[in-house]
């Protein structure tokens, strides 16, 4: 079987039809962050998500760093699953999967080297998946996905081998590359963004030609 597919950065309810229509099985809606592409409005993510409701799975990227702020930021926009793509600094995952025990639960880990697989797998703990991707949190104005770039996918290939969770993979994916970063993670499923776009608008034409890639694995 295909790994699930995840495109990212939806912005308006016609890229998420666009997106569902070419077989996507998850759309990620993003919310407020400090840098990268694909932000809007938490209530055009409500609208979004409310519009694709049962025919995919719908993500709420947070940057939130509190599990208060977490839970709220999930109350002004409802999706299915919840991506948050920085670490909490006040309160738990657990306090989060508490207050919303219907929801779906993603953490982000950026990878940057060894270091990083204990840190996926101790998410993997409490998260209900995770999701490698190619930021860097520790920068002045933080970087949390939609870099375009990819990381050390030898790295990503020892969480997936040692998580108990699905691992989806992300960072700089695209038609040219899917093939072999399968090959090189198994991963569950693959997240994109920039590699479906053109000039920041999803690209009919480079969703159909990565699906196709992806249908010729098979």
């Known amino acids: 079987m295909r790994p699930k597919v995840k495109i990212c950065c939806i912005s308006s309810i016609e890229e998420a039809r666009m997106a569902i229509e070419y077989g996507a099985d998850a759309i990620g809606l993003v919310g407020a962050m400090p840098s990268g592409p694909g932000v809007i409005d938490d209530l055009l993510i409500k609208e979004i998500a409310a519009s694709v409701s049962g025919r995919a799975d719908t993500f709420l990227l947070t940057s939130e760093t509190s599990a208060d702020g977490v839970v709220e930021h999930y109350q002004r926009a409802p999706t ?3 991506q948050i793509v920085d670490k909490l600094k006040a309160g738990s995952q657990a306090e989060i999967k508490a207050a919303l025990p219907h929801v779906t639960f993603v953490q982000v880990i950026h990878v940057a080297d060894d270091s990083t697989i204990d840190e ?3 998410a993997a703990e409490t998260a209900d998946m995770i999701l490698l991707d190619s930021g860097n949190p520790n920068l ?11 990381h050390d996918w030898e790295i990503s290939r020892k969480i997936v081998e040692q998580s108990a969770k699905p691992v989806f993979l992300a960072g700089g994916l695209g038609a040219d590359n899917v093939a072999e970063a399968i090959e090189a993670v198994g991963p569950f499923g693959i997240d994109l963004c920039s590699g479906v776009r053109t000039n920041g608008k999803l690209d009919s034409s480079k969703v159909e030609r990565f699906m ?3 249908s010729s694995r098979r």
């Open 120 to 122: 996926a797998l101790e």
């Open 80 to 82: 299915s699953t919840i």
């Open 212 to 214: 196709n890639q992806l």
């Open 140 to 150: 002045a104005v933080k970087e949390l996905g939609g870099t375009g770039r990819t």
